[in-house]
């Protein structure tokens, strides 16, 4: 008999028969807000371990010897890892459950993140950050899981963007996290054991409040061809596809920005130190954005919302790559249009990523992950290809955002068969 997880108000118990029926009762419930809190919390230790790092690029490149560009492999090898590592966790999560998957990955990443900081070369970092970013796939694949274990419709969509606001508030003060343990320490390697440390404080919330959400009849066999069908399934569906494939596209955008922030905005307009604080601002727009469209997106729909933003997000890229291809852009002129197109991006993310997910609910798990890899991997690389690109100027990456926002739109516009602003979906446990 199914034991279901109500849509809204507490999360009772586990939806997994238990042996231990006596602990299981003394455990309070865990709620929406909390449940929501801890899911953010674990994407966040994985933005944590691309983004605290950044102020401290130019040390470690000098301490292990990389040279001009090369420093940015630290961060692109992490998340294209990162990226093909999610194909594996959200079949085993569908079969065994996600707590056991959760746990492999936490702790696999506070023992790589000590790995790192004991790298003795820019090669060994390398290799460590693809396992660190390998394994921490479970913590970015499982939690769109989770919360469609328990929702779907336009109310999961409200629920992912408040995920999100929580997880880019960790973007937005990690790189000053990571430079003020650069200013206590003197030593970049200190950097990695925050992130072990930040691993084992979530590793005991999780352990101690999270209950199993996987249903019993929703198990499925680790059997390799079921496994490529479901996965198959998830990433061809053309009324879903055209999202997996838009988001991996305006994300790369993103993830070009990120490699290369450091070297634009600290070396290339001069801002130095206030690099931190300049890289929040923008982290911190994206965060104000998801948190509006948690208000709204259950009102006028996901498809209408993410639209109309992805349209607008066109037109500030377009005026990116114009500032970008005047001879005295500043720092003045790029900032805030750059917080105004990861404002939209807020508007983009966790709606296209809920639309894709939506009708996948038995194989929520796998269909995660092989949505999940096709967003990482396609952004990642192509985060690097445009992060290696940077040529002391902002028109690589303002070029980038706007080519692929428009090729986004194509796509979204395959998977809608040339329909947009499409009406609110009903919740769908």
């Known amino acids: 008999m199914r034991n279901d997880i109500p849509s809204g108000g507490e999360l009772h118990g586990s939806a997994v028969p238990t042996r231990r029926p006596a602990a299981s009762a003394t455990r309070k419930p865990i709620g929406e807000r909390e449940l929501i809190w801890m899911m953010a919390m674990l994407m966040a230790l994985n933005a944590f371990g691309i983004d605290a790092i950044l102020p401290a690029l130019d040390e470690l490149a000098t301490t292990l010897g990389a040279q001009g560009n090369d420093r940015q ?16 966790p959200g079949a085993f999560a569908d079969r065994f459950g996600r707590r056991p998957v959760l746990f492999v990955g936490l702790g696999a990443y506070i023992a790589l993140s000590l790995a790192c900081a004991l790298a003795t070369s820019f090669d060994a970092l390398v290799i460590l950050r693809a396992a660190q970013g390998f394994f921490a796939a479970s913590i970015i694949a499982l939690p769109p899981a989770i919360i469609r274990d328990r929702v779907g419709g336009d109310k999961m969509a409200r629920m992912m963007s408040l995920i999100f606001v929580i997880f880019l508030l960790v973007p937005a003060i990690a790189p000053s996290i990571g430079q003020g343990v650069l200013l206590l320490t003197g030593d970049w390697r200190w950097i990695f054991v925050t992130m072990a440390l930040a691993g084992v404080v979530m590793s005991v919330w999780v352990f101690t409040r999270l209950p199993e959400t996987l249903h019993e009849e929703d198990r499925q066999p680790i059997y390799i061809p079921q496994i490529a069908r479901n996965m198959g399934s998830a990433v061809t569906l053309r009324t879903t596809v055209g999202y997996t494939l838009g988001s991996a596209l305006v994300f790369g955008g993103l993830f070009g920005f990120i490699n290369s922030s450091q070297q634009l905005i600290g070396e290339a307009f001069g801002a130095g130190d206030d690099f931190p ?3 929040a601002i923008c982290a911190g727009c994206m965060a104000v954005a998801n948190w509006l469209n948690s208000r709204i997106v259950e009102r006028y729909g996901a498809r209408r919302v993410s639209h109309a933003a992805l349209f607008l997000f066109i037109i500030v890229a377009a005026a990116q790559l114009w500032f970008a291809n005047q001879p005295d852009e500043s720092l003045w002129t790029f900032v805030p249009l750059m917080a105004a197109n990861m404002s939209l991006l807020g508007f983009i993310g966790a709606n296209f990523g809920s639309i894709a997910l939506q009708p996948f609910r038995h194989i929520a798990g ?14 990642a690389a192509l985060g690097a290809y445009i ?7 902002a028109r690589p990456l303002a070029l980038a955002l706007l080519v692929t926002a428009v090729l986004s739109l194509a796509f979204v516009l395959f998977s809608e068969r040339g329909t947009l602003f499409g009406p609110p979906e009903p919740e769908e446990a």
């Open 73 to 88: 492999f630290v961060i692109g090898v992490y998340l294209l890892a990162a990226g093909i590592g999610t194909l594996v």
């Open 277 to 279: 604080l300049i890289f």
């Open 366 to 379: 796998a269909a995660s992950s092989a949505q999940g890899f096709l967003r990482m991997t396609g952004g």
């Open 387 to 393: 992060g290696y690109s940077y040529d002391g100027t």
